[in-house]
Structures are given as C-alpha cells and as structure tokens.
C-alpha cells in the first residue's frame, strides 16, 4: 500500500460519515449534492441559471476552506450567472477513489468529468494556490470549457516547492507515510494554525470565523489531504505548457505571510503564461477572494462579462 492509498484508508471513517449524511447545504434557490466521477465524489453547491443568462462561475475553494465560507459570494454572484462551488478533491467532503494521485492529470480527469455531469461550458473558473496547477492545465486543454481563469496564489511549480518546503520545515508532511499520519492525527491543529499564519494584521480578524467554518466541515466529515498534495507537488516537474487558457489572472495577495516567509516571486508563473494579467492585492493574504471580496467580486463580473 503506497503513502496516497494509506491516506484514503486513514479517512474512511470521515469517508462514511460524510456517505451517511445528506448534503445539508442550501442557499436561496441554491441546491447542494454530492457529483459522482470516476475519481472523486465531489461535495457541490449549484445555483440555478440567472434569468435567461447562460454564464457559468465555477468556483473551487482554497483548502482547508469550504463552501460555507462562500456562501455570501455564491448569492452575491447568483444574481449575474450560474454559481458552482465544488471542494476540492481530498479536501472538505470531496473525497477521492481508488488510482487518483493528486497529481495534474488526476485532477483535470476529474474535472472533465465534473463539468460534463453539470453541462458547463464557456465558464469562469476561479482557482487558487496548488489548485491554479490543474486550473492551467485543465483551462489550456479544454478552451471550450474555460473562457477565463482566475487564480490566486498561484506561482510556478519551483517557487510552490520553495514554499511548500518553507511551510513545513521539519519536513513532516511532505514525507510520504509519516505526512498521512500526522495530517490525520493533527488535521485541526493544522487548519487552525493555518488560518493564524495566513493572513496578515490586517485581515486577521477574519481567522477565527474561517477556521470555525473549516473545523465544522471536518467534524461532519469531511477531509484535509494537505500531505498528498504536497508530495505531489515536489514531484512534479517544472516544465513549460505546451498550450495556454483563453485568458488568465493571477492575483497576488501581497502580505501573504506563508510566502513572504520564504521570499515567494509572486508573478513567478508569468514567465509560462505572459499574457496572463498579474494583479496585486495589497495588504491581502492567502485568500483574496475571502479577504477583500468588495475588490474580487467586481473582477468576476467582468470576466463573465467580456464577450
């Protein structure tokens, strides 16, 4: 039994619990459920279309966040497109089956899925931190699918290495065997320490309510594979795409304390993608969109927007 399939046996009592429970998740005319693929159940909440408006957000949350935290920007951006918010596969209560590996090419086989089960093409997709590697690859495959990305966090492949190294120093979660158990031995003393270090004083404030959400999706069952992301990650090659998204924007929350730690170059991943518009949050951390939704939101618009 390799270090990911170990991981799936450690969660299988959140696995069940989150099985026996209903979705329990509305919002307005939103409706929550559980998408099925080959490699993941995905935990979703989906709005209903917007008048006679076919746009699509698809939103995919920052682990450890979930939906709930959301939720106030699912009902704000209702009213301008369909909202589908999706966790994060192995994160929350969007499990993984057997053979997914956390790599790129598990994720974008799931979302492929994903966005046929729902009939979503032409969509915004917003994505952040070691998600924006799928983002990039499923977005630049699938043009038909994806007319606008939108990360947050998002780097080049060496500089996420240099951070993942830098967030876990004793090296305890990005080595295979012992990174399963202590993620699952500790996995709410690292979301709350997450939350604390995340953000800088100026949206700090904002912590404790974030991580009372994310411990609460756990407690119901839900999941934080944050070690098999990250022994995905630092096996992962730097390499150039060999195709590019329709169009990208990489914003960059500067006071980001997990990165300034390591000394991040926040535009790093223009250097693979530069036409993609790099836009800077000051005094913003881990979660933009989370931080400073008064700027975000009007971004979103305006990619479903453009013609």
């Not at 270090?3 to 919002?27: F, N, Y």
């Not at 630092?234 to 169009?247: F, G, I």
């Not at 991943?269 to 939704?293: M, Q, R, S």
Request: proline share 6%; with cysteine.
């Amino acid at each position: 039994m390799d270090a990911i399939e170990m991981s799936r046996w450690l969660w299988a009592d959140r696995r069940a619990r989150a099985g026996r429970s209903a979705v329990k998740l509305s919002q307005n005319d939103a409706v929550g459920e559980f998408v099925e693929t080959r490699g993941a159940t995905l935990r979703t909440l989906i709005t209903q279309k917007s008048g006679a408006s076919d746009r699509t957000l698809v939103i995919v949350p920052d682990p450890p966040n979930v939906i709930e935290q959301y939720l106030p920007i699912i009902d704000e951006m209702s009213n301008h497109a369909r909202v589908v918010c999706v966790e994060t596969p192995g994160f929350g209560q969007s499990f993984v089956k057997s053979g997914f590996r956390f790599d790129v090419e598990s994720y974008c086989d799931v979302f492929d899925e994903f966005f046929a089960r729902l009939d979503i093409r032409d969509a915004v997709l917003d994505m952040a931190c070691l998600g924006g590697f799928a983002g990039v690859a499923f977005a630049a495959t699938r043009p038909d699918l994806v007319r606008h990305l939108m990360l947050q966090q998002t780097v080049s492949v060496s500089e996420a290495q240099k951070w993942a190294a830098g967030t876990d120093r004793l090296n305890l979660i990005r080595r295979p065997y012992v990174g399963q158990i202590f993620m699952r031995a500790l996995d709410h003393v690292v979301t709350r320490h997450w939350y604390k270090v995340a953000m800088p004083p100026a949206t700090s404030a904002l912590a404790p309510a974030l991580a009372d959400h994310a411990i609460a999706g756990l407690d119901r069952g839900g999941c934080f594979c944050l070690c098999n992301a990250y022994q995905a990650l630092m096996a992962t090659p730097e390499a150039p795409y060999p195709t590019r998204p329709r169009k990208t924007t990489i914003v960059w929350g500067d006071s980001d304390p997990t990165h300034v730690l390591v000394q991040t170059i926040g535009d790093s991943l223009k250097a693979f993608l530069p036409d993609a518009e790099f836009v800077v949050f000051e005094n913003c951390g881990h979660f933009p969109i989370l931080e400073n939704t008064q700027r975000y939101l009007p971004m979103l618009r305006a990619a479903l927007d453009a013609a």
